[in-house]
């Protein structure tokens, strides 16, 4: 990724790393920074005056809203009004390195949208974390793997399967994702 984008979004399954990876790289910068070693043959990191990265970490018993759940709320109200702006504004006005990681699919678009090279630098490029469903048991099985290009599919059903939702919830989402599709 280094040298050829400074703006990656990266798209994937639920549990596929996405955070895992940003923590990795936020860590290994900061690691970079003190002097420390890092857990690469080679390093050149620029000097940052900071990191910010928000990855939950826990759940909220007393009102009874998941992690999840309270982060899917916050996100829902942040993508409506402001997701793209945030992201163009990063990409256009303050050029700062980024890795920000979605469910919200629509923000791949930004790669189009902010196609210029400087240099041989692109400013925005999408990843994603892959994942393997088998087409006979449809399991998903993620592969922890940073790839190029943006997430081809949702993986919000198979999430729910592997966390135990009822099989009539499944199947109306299912359903509807069919629906949805044909639109």
Same mark, same amino acid.
């Given at each position: 990724?280094?040298?050829?984008?400074?703006?990656?979004?990266?798209?994937?399954?639920?549990?596929?790393?996405?955070?895992?990876?940003?923590?990795?790289?936020?860590?290994?910068?900061?690691?970079?920074?003190?002097?420390?070693?890092?857990?690469?043959?080679?390093?050149?990191?620029?000097?940052?005056?900071?990191?910010?990265?928000?990855?939950?970490?826990?759940?909220?018993?007393?009102?009874?809203?998941?992690?999840?759940?309270?982060?899917?709320? /916050?996100? !829902?109200?942040?993508?409506? $009004?402001?997701?793209?702006?945030?992201? @163009?504004?990063?990409?256009? &006005? #303050? %050029?700062?390195?980024?890795?920000?990681?979605?469910?919200?699919?629509?923000?791949?678009?930004?790669?189009?949208?902010?196609?210029?090279?400087?240099?041989?630098?692109?400013?925005?490029?999408?990843?994603?974390?892959?994942?393997?469903?088998?087409?006979?048991?449809?399991?998903?099985?993620?592969?922890?793997?940073?790839?190029?290009?943006?997430?081809?599919?949702?993986?919000?059903?198979?999430?729910? /399967?592997? !966390?135990?939702?009822?099989? $009539?919830?499944?199947?109306?989402?299912? @359903?509807?994702?069919?629906? &949805? #599709? %044909?639109?």
């Amino acid at each position: 990724m280094r040298g050829e984008s400074w703006f990656q979004i990266i798209t994937g399954p639920n549990l596929g790393g996405k955070s895992t990876f940003i923590r990795q790289v936020g860590v290994t910068v900061l690691m970079a920074q003190v002097g420390s070693f890092v857990p690469c043959d080679e390093a050149s990191v620029s000097i940052r005056d900071c990191i910010f990265a928000h990855v939950g970490a826990g759940d909220c018993q007393l009102p009874g809203v998941s992690t999840f759940m309270q982060e899917m709320l /916050e996100i !829902a109200l942040i993508f409506k $009004s402001l997701a793209w702006a945030i992201c @163009e504004r990063l990409v256009q &006005v #303050k %050029k700062a390195p980024t890795l920000f990681a979605t469910h919200f699919h629509q923000l791949t678009a930004l790669a189009q949208a902010n196609s210029e090279v400087a240099g041989n630098i692109v400013g925005v490029a999408n990843f994603h974390v892959s994942a393997h469903i088998d087409t006979e048991s449809r399991k998903l099985t993620v592969l922890y793997k940073v790839e190029p290009g943006a997430c081809d599919q949702s993986f919000g059903i198979h999430v729910a /399967e592997f !966390a135990n939702f009822p099989e $009539s919830v499944v199947a109306l989402a299912r @359903e509807k994702a069919t629906e &949805v #599709k %044909k639109c």
